[in-house]
């Protein structure tokens, strides 16, 4: 039953152990006193340590430790290096551990049936002294360790302070004095109980009288009445029970009882919860014997011996859904770990696991015997149980995914009482529960938070306020089978079905009357989410072969026994091909079968999963795969999960429940599966992750969280609700907009228009038809599209975070002084009162974006749903517990999630408003822009795009103005044509000048802006960001080339030709050409656009601008660039420019994308040395017109012959506004039909070239570059 979690082989027997609460930590001391701290979830030793000796690593830390502090050497030996001989008991101290005992106490505690104004002692916050420490306590013969796991500093207490007798087990009184901090009873070598304060590290009390001889265990537990109890075994056989309530006003104590248990001695005691009762003490002792104490009047219930000539070496409490009969562990020395069923009046034992399969089998070849001598349970989760073996530790684990067999019902409309029907001991009960005021802090799952001082806080705030349960119980039906059974509930609530599967089994319950509708034989069983419809897998008995007759040597005994193989053959077969029966049932209880098989399938159905579709899950092959693994043939990872040594087939598909045709392809089996109430979200579980997906307007994959092993979860809304072994956590969900989402919205528009004329159109024929054409505003809606949004927030867990410092210095204390001092006066003085942060209108504001996780309960819960503002869980014992929902940042998103964005913005005024822009973030995630723009705190930013999401563009505008500070920029700004340098504003324009520098830094953003009020026609909102925007193009250098390129077809565009000329001139001043040319362009003005290519240096593009619009202004162009060309050149320093892209001087070529380096020009190119010495074997530059011949060879002009099969024309001269292509080198001279003449060994091209190239050749021969020019017969020649 119970399979391999970890496994780590020891070199000697273990003999004690012990599992921590809330962290991965496995202690355990072997024969040899090795003392070893294991991660069992890691599988890492963290701490190994030989106590039996000297640890001299310990003992050279505290001597530098002592001598950093100013302490002179002692004479004396230190309690460092001191012995510590052999291990009697081994613990874990800290907060989580303080905590979650007082917590199964109260809860066991809370069990009888008290009166209603009995009040337990809350559990309160741990004392300064362990806060955000944890220590592993240790005891020895002749000493006891306290070593901190954080700092790995260790405090040793010799066996002196204990008068020189040995401590033999501890235990931690739940109530820590003011001045002497935690307290730790120590059961001594002499039968006295001596109490250490682990502040002064001194003796405070002792509890004498109770044992003749050494103690051998300790525990604390709160009795029904609610006093705290010590009681204490002895190797003299007796238990003795201690009051350590309230002040002692004597240093010693008598006991409040004495009772002989056993005979030879007490091996171990052990705290049973019992249902409905008060607790029961369970004791261990030499006289192989286990005792059953009552603890109101400490009488004995029953003695049992779990296994005969066998004592038992530990006990430990246990309550697994999955086993609910089994209430005991126990081990013996042998191989198995052994169970208690009904240990009140039963008490039967059986083995519950064979710990050698679990054992890797290199380790048994040797042909030792596996021998159990310590076994314990986890506190807080009871599937894993951990055994101390002779060949090492194993840590077992038995069914995780079990759950309590409970079900919610539906409550009354209006009524704050909800309820749950569970099966208990062969009978249906509802558990009614409610919130109510705080009566009894037993069923709480949240303490009451304490001061320093030991005293409760009564300004506590409102989070951390207890929300006490009300609950009561109520028999309704009694059933046949008191086995594991699972409880599921139609989908109006009306009907509810309990499944045994060990039976196997099925009933169906009528709620209202609780009588049995249904009934018959199946394993498997599933409710269709939609109506009342079930399916089913139908179970059959295999019949037992017949015993042979007499006379089997007969042949009619022979063709008799044939006939009945035969028979059971026929009745085998339709059990092991089982199908899927859908039924539905009708308005009058009855049931019909729809279906009696959904797919003619091969393989066998090992299972079913109900919601919006049928789930069902066929039994394929595994196929092996590469992962290592372990020698008996498992792996030794984490067994659990999927693909350590197997691969998980693909077994599972999704059927309608309509149709019975499958809608899915075959996926890997969940281990379930949850669907959202209104049919539009689903979640697949899986072993370390979920799936969520959106199931409309068709299914769409949303993403995985990362939360492994659920166990099960229930949607509310858009929030998803799912609990683990250890956490409790929530997911927002929404599956946001896509591109298919606003189609489909367009077309449902378009649909509906479409049936409402055609219903106008009958009343009104023609009439209908009939529209008034108007002045309109055309707008077109902009809908953003939106990602999907998964946010995870942990709501409980078993973890207790630190409320200070780990570490916090406490004054020495020194013996002279006559009184003890109190250590946290100081602190106290200094400790500043808290007050209340307060918002408007006097709310309480909190601190924290998240809550702090709340305490999650114990064990396998069941998670019912949100109601009443607070989610619902019922545990293991039919108990209901509440995890808060009230805190602002949980209630916010909770109501924003739930389709109330307007309370969530309400609900945002208790959330600090530095938490505004998280809250306001996860708003726009769930699709309301819109309304969180009305939160107080966001930042302007934040503000800016939400606005822009929800198209308030107003408030868009007054943000951008607000983050720019360009209040007064657009309105006075001076249009002239000179610019305005940034230099060489004045101090009277420094506020100016801010203000450009703010209009720059969200430059795109104003762009952004400018766009979406055009695209939704505002004009005056695009006008007035286009004027802020222009007053920063208007700024030498201030805007980015991209920025101004935008900027000055927003301007045309606006019809802002003023500002668009003062912009092209601020660009000609600032040098930027190509930015000049496009705003010139788009001013239509040649002049301009002239004066912007010449002004900037690019004679390139302007030769190319006057050519192409026949300007007479390019023989002077040519002639000046010829000029640059020469100076350039004339120096042995200068150089050939590289390859250079001209761009012709059109407005549609000039839009270059944002990125684009521009062209070189002369000016820009990287130069290139050269001497005149190599100037004759460099290429020669020619500027010719093109009716001239182009000759090659240094120092001549020749004619060059055309290639054979090249176009000549008789005039070369081309028109004026003919393209222009230069490439070099050159190797042949082809003219093409327009005139122009292209240098290269090339086909002319068949589109106009729209850019040209300066190329230095690589040949000796001069190149030539023919430009066409309106004068004939000029050669220019550049050597």
Not at 263 to 280: H, K, M, N, S, T
Not at 905 to 913: D, I
């Amino acid at each position: 039953m119970l399979r391999l979690r970890a496994f780590r082989p020891t070199p000697d027997k273990v003999v004690r152990l012990l599992l921590h609460p809330t962290y991965p930590w496995l202690v355990t001391a072997d024969a040899s006193d090795n003392v070893v701290v294991w991660d069992w979830e890691h599988r890492q030793v963290i701490y190994e340590v030989n106590v039996r000796g000297i640890d001299e690593k310990r003992t050279v830390g505290a001597q530098l430790q002592k001598l950093a502090e100013g302490e002179a050497e002692p004479k004396a030996k230190t309690s460092e290096s001191i012995r510590g001989g052999s291990v009697k008991h081994v613990t874990f101290y800290d907060d989580d551990v303080r905590f979650w005992q007082a917590w199964l106490s109260r809860s066991a505690a809370g069990e009888a049936p008290v009166a209603p104004n009995q009040l337990y002692a809350p559990v309160g916050g741990g004392h300064l002294t362990i806060k955000g420490r944890h220590f592993l306590v240790v005891c020895c013969e002749n000493k006891v360790i306290f070593l901190d796991m954080v700092s790995m500093r260790a405090r040793d207490v010799p066996k002196s302070v204990f008068d020189n007798k040995s401590p033999l087990c501890v235990a931690f009184l739940p109530r820590s004095g003011v001045v002497e901090g935690p307290l730790a009873a120590f059961g001594g070598s002499d039968g006295v109980i001596r109490v250490l304060s682990m502040t002064l590290w001194q003796l405070v009390r002792r509890y004498v009288g109770g044992h003749k001889g050494p103690i051998s265990c300790l525990m604390t537990f709160l009795a029904s009445s609610g006093e705290t109890l010590l009681v204490s075994g002895g190797n003299d056989g007796t238990l003795s029970l201690w009051s350590v309530d309230g002040a002692q006003a004597s240093r010693e104590a008598l006991p409040k009882l004495s009772v002989k248990a056993h005979d030879g001695g007490v091996y171990g005691i052990e705290l049973a919860r019992v249902q409905d009762e008060a607790p029961q003490l369970v004791s261990i002792g030499a006289d192989k014997t286990l005792a059953i104490w009552d603890t109101v009047n400490f009488k004995e219930i029953r003695r049992i011996k779990p296994v005969s000539k066998l004592a038992c070496h530990g006990v430990a409490s246990w309550c697994h859904p999955r086993r609910p009969n089994l209430d005991l562990l126990v081990c013996v020395k042998d191989s198995h770990i052994w169970a208690i069923e009904h240990s009140g009046y039963g008490a039967t034992t059986r083995p519950l696991c064979d710990l050698t399969l679990q054992v890797p089998a290199p380790l048994l070849a040797s042909g030792k015997k596996l021998k159990a001598y310590c076994m314990a349970v986890h506190p807080l989760q009871p599937h894993l149980v951990a055994s101390g073996t002779n060949l090492g530790v194993i840590l077992s684990e038995f069914d995780v995914k079990a759950l309590p067999a409970a079900v919610p019902l539906p409550s009354a409309p209006g009524s704050k009482e909800h309820t749950v029907a569970f099966a208990v001991n062969s009978e249906i009960r509802l558990l009614s529960f409610q919130l109510a005021a705080p009566i009894n802090p037993t069923i709480s799952n949240t303490g009451v938070l304490i001061e320093l001082t030991g005293r409760p806080r009564s300004d506590a705030p409102e989070s951390s306020s207890q929300l006490q349960v009300k609950q009561t119980y109520k028999h309704v039906q009694s059933l046949a089978h008191d086995s594991f059974c699972c409880l599921s509930t139609s989908k109006s609530g009306k009907y509810v079905s309990i499944v045994w599967p060990d039976t196997p089994a099925y009933q169906i319950y009528r709620v209202s009357d609780w009588t049995c509708i249904h009934s018959g034989a199946a394993r498997h069983f599933a409710w269709d989410s939609c109506r009342e419809r079930f399916a089913l897998i139908e179970s059959f008995p295999v019949p037992r072969p017949p015993p042979p007759p007499k006379g089997g040597s007969s042949r009619k005994a022979k063709e008799a026994a044939a006939q009945a193989a035969a028979a059971a053959a026929a009745a085998a077969s339709p059990a092991a091909l089982a199908t899927v029966q859908v039924c539905i049932i009708l308005d009058d209880g009855m049931v019909t079968t729809l279906t009696n098989s959904i797919e003619n399938r091969p393989e066998p159905v090992i299972g079913l999963q109900g919601g919006a579709l049928l789930g069902v899950t066929y039994k394929m092959p595994r196929r092996a795969s590469t992962a290592t693994l372990g020698p008996s043939g498992s792996s030794l990872d984490d067994p659990s999960v999927i693909g350590k040594g197997t691969e998980a087939p693909a077994n599972f598909q999704l059927y309608s429940w309509e149709t019975f045709k499958p809608v899915s392809g075959m996926l890997p089996q969940p281990d379930w599966s949850a669907w959202d109430q209104t049919v539009e979200y689903c979640a697949l579980a899986y072993q370390r992750y979920v799936v969520i997906s959106s199931l409309r307007p068709q299914y769409r994959y949303l993403g995985n969280v990362a939360i492994g092993a659920a166990t099960g979860g229930v949607w509310h809304r858009r929030q998803l609700f799912l609990a683990t072994p250890t956490t409790i956590e929530c997911v927002f969900v929404d599956a946001g907009v896509t591109a298919l989402d606003v189609e489909r919205k367009r077309r449902k528009e378009e649909q509906k228009a479409r049936e409402s004329q055609a219903k106008a159109f009958p009343a009104h024929n023609e009439l209908a038809l009939l529209t008034v054409e108007g002045p309109k505003v055309v707008t077109a809606e902009r809908i953003p599209l939106r990602p999907p949004m998964l946010q995870v927030v942990r709501l409980a867990s078993f973890q207790t975070a630190p409320s200070v410092p780990p570490f916090v210095s406490m004054p020495k204390i020194s013996k002279s002084e006559g009184e003890v001092p109190n250590p946290l006066k100081e602190f106290e003085e200094k400790k500043v009162s808290p007050e209340a942060v307060i918002a408007g209108g006097g709310v309480s504001v909190a601190v924290s974006r998240l809550p702090p996780e709340q305490k999650r309960p114990v064990g396998p819960v069941v998670v019912v749903g949100v109601r009443d503002g607070v989610l619902w869980l019922v545990d293991r014992y039919m108990m209901a517990h509440v995890i808060a929902l009230n805190h602002p940042g949980i209630r916010c998103r909770c109501l924003a999630a739930a389709g109330d964005p307007v309370s969530a913005v309400k609900w945002a005024a208790r959330l600090g408003r530095e938490h505004h822009d998280d809250l306001a973030h996860f708003m726009l995630g769930m699709g309301y822009a819109t309304e969180a723009l009305h939160l107080p705190g966001i930042s302007k930013r934040l503000e800016y795009e939400l606005a822009m999401q929800s198209g308030d563009l107003k408030r868009a505008l007054q943000s951008l103005v607000t983050l720019s500070n360009s209040k007064s920029i657009g309105q006075d700004i001076e249009l002239s044509s000179d610019a305005i340098g940034v230099l060489s504003i004045t101090a009277s324009q420094q506020a100016k000048a801010e203000a450009v520098h703010g209009i720059v830094k969200f430059a795109a953003e104003f762009l952004n802006l400018i766009d979406a009020a055009d695209a939704t026609g505002q004009a005056d909102i695009a006008g007035q960001a286009l004027k802020r925007l222009a007053a920063a193009g208007a700024v030498e250098g201030a805007l980015q080339p991209h920025e101004l390129r935008g900027l000055s077809l927003r301007l045309a565009t606006h019809g802002e030709l003023t500002r668009l000329a003062v912009q092209t001139n601020t660009m000609i001043n600032a040098g930027q050409g190509h930015e000049a040319a496009l705003a010139a362009s788009l001013l239509g003005d040649p002049n301009l656009l002239e004066k912007a290519w010449l002004d900037t240096g690019m004679l390139a593009q302007a030769a190319l601008h006057a050519h192409a619009n026949g300007r007479p202004s390019l023989k002077l162009i040519v002639q000046q660039w010829n000029k640059v060309l020469q100076k350039q050149y004339a120096s042995p320093a200068d150089s050939i420019p590289p390859p250079a892209t001209v761009t012709p001087a059109s407005g549609a070529d000039l839009l270059v994308p944002v990125g684009t380096p521009p062209p070189l020009t002369p000016e820009k190119s990287t130069p290139i040395s050269v001497s005149l010495q190599q100037a004759a074997r460099k290429p020669l530059i020619e500027i010719i017109p093109p009716g001239n011949v182009i000759v090659s060879g240094p120092g001549s002009l020749a004619a060059a012959p055309p290639k054979a099969g090249s176009i000549s024309q008789p005039n070369l001269l081309p028109a004026p506004s003919a393209p222009l292509m230069l490439e070099a080198p050159p190797q042949s001279a082809v003219s093409t039909a327009n005139g122009a003449l292209i240098l290269s060994g090339s086909a002319p091209p068949t589109a106009p070239p729209l850019e040209a190239s300066i190329v230095p050749a690589v040949v000796p021969p001069p190149v030539l570059i023919a430009l066409p020019v309106e004068s004939k017969g000029e050669l220019i020649s550049l050597v």
